[in-house]
């Protein structure tokens, strides 16, 4: 193995070690039928408040917060076309919201300036 992929592997089975040990909340749906997902970005890793799993077709807003010390970025997209739905960059400490709208293909995200793999949303259902 090279080291970037002793890396990758380190920060996965970190992140998946601190997913583990803490509970996230369920998502919230506002009465305008959006569902706020909290996302805080590390060096190298996503941290999501809530959980991510069992979610549904529908409007969407991941407010990312940048919790490492340089500038990191968001990019979510379609995860069967790769088509980008939004894309931004943070500074530390800012937040940023992306609103959009998640059909049956579900999404996956990422920091496209520091090296993270793409975090896989595919469990949509509709209904």
């Known amino acids: ?3 970037r992929h002793l890396s990758i592997l380190a920060t996965f089975l970190f992140s998946l070690a601190f997913a583990t040990t803490s509970l996230a909340d ?3 749906t506002r009465d305008d039928g ?8 590390y060096n190298g890793y996503f941290s999501a408040v809530e959980t991510l799993a069992s979610l549904q077709v529908g409007d969407y ?7 490492a010390d340089k500038v990191v970025g968001f990019q979510i997209q ?32 990422r920091c496209p300036i520091n090296p993270t793999p793409w975090y ?4 949509f259902r509709v209904n």
């Open 1 to 3: 193995m090279t080291v």
């Open 26 to 28: 369920l998502p919230t």
């Open 34 to 41: 959006v569902t706020v997902i909290h996302l805080d970005e």
């Open 61 to 67: 807003e991941f407010v990312v917060t940048n919790r």
């Open 78 to 109: 379609n995860l069967k076309s790769h088509e980008t739905l939004k894309k931004f960059g943070l500074q530390p400490g800012e937040t940023k919201i992306a609103k959009i709208t998640i059909g049956s293909d579900g999404v996956r995200f």
């Open 120 to 123: 896989e949303l595919d469990s």
